[in-house]
């Protein structure tokens, strides 16, 4: 199974501020990553997908990057509505794997 | 307008049986391959199942493997998952999951559906 360990576990930002979130493989998963946005209470959005494409409709603020077993996905500014859990997912494989989240707060 | 709507959940005993449902409109859902997902009360997001369109291939977690039984009707664009012997460790929120046709990802997610096993 490909682990997938986030970092950090919180991230405590004020709005404007830029976030920048980790997401690192047990093995190499060349760009085979995700990221998802979840609200309480609301699915996981799809943000990212190969690691570096924007998915449908997500603001350029948001941004991937990385391959092999090092990913970051980074929002140059944080909006109000930002504030939320982010999760990566590997599907290099079929035994789809996801990251345990990292939560971003307003400090 | 993509829709995926997830049913069934409840409170089963450990040792119990559940169906869940994910009844899917807004695009051809049997061109799909599809999955169900389950957030622990953790948060933990974790891959339970996937199922091609046709219904001739599935996969399952190890920690499902042989308990849980994934299935489709394209003609009732209706996907479900057969849940037995359940375990107090199988409590979760179970979303269903489109498969992107651009990849291993997911596009599309229902709101999810509750189960809880406890005595």
């Known amino acids: 199974e490909i682990v997938l360990t986030q970092s950090p576990g919180t991230l405590s930002l004020s709005p404007g501020e830029r976030a920048t979130l980790s997401c690192r493989a047990s093995?190499?998963?060349?760009?085979?990553l995700a990221w998802y946005q979840q609200k309480p209470g609301q699915a996981p959005r799809l943000l990212i997908y190969?690691?570096?494409n924007r998915a449908t409709g997500i603001p350029d603020r948001f941004s991937g990057s990385g391959s092999g077993t090092d990913f970051i996905l980074t929002n140059s500014r944080l909006e109000p509505e930002d504030f939320a859990l982010y999760f990566c997912?590997?599907?290099?494989?079929?035994?789809?794997?996801f990251g345990q989240g990292t939560k971003v707060e307003i400090k | 307008e993509v829709q995926l709507v997830e049913s069934g959940g409840g409170l089963v005993q450990p040792g119990g049986s559940l169906r869940l449902s994910c009844a899917a409109s807004?695009?051809?859902?049997?061109?799909?391959?599809m999955h169900w997902v389950r957030q622990t009360p953790e948060k933990r997001l974790v891959w339970v199942s996937r199922?091609?369109?046709?219904?001739?291939?599935?996969n399952y977690a190890d920690s499902v493997k042989g308990r849980f039984t994934i299935s489709r009707d394209n003609a009732k664009n209706t996907l479900y998952l057969q849940m037995h012997s359940l375990r107090a460790e199988d409590t979760a929120v179970y979303f269903c999951?489109?498969?992107?046709?651009?990849?291993?990802?997911?596009?599309?997610w229902g709101q999810g559906t509750l189960v809880t096993v406890s005595s």
């Open positions: 999951a489109r498969r992107s046709p651009d990849g291993g990802f997911f596009d599309y």
């Open positions: 807004g695009f051809s859902f049997s061109s799909y391959w």
């Open positions: 199922i091609n369109s046709d219904e001739s291939s599935t």
């Open positions: 093995q190499s998963i060349s760009s085979k």
């Open positions: 190969d690691a570096s």
């Open positions: 997912q590997q599907y290099a494989n079929s035994q789809w794997t």
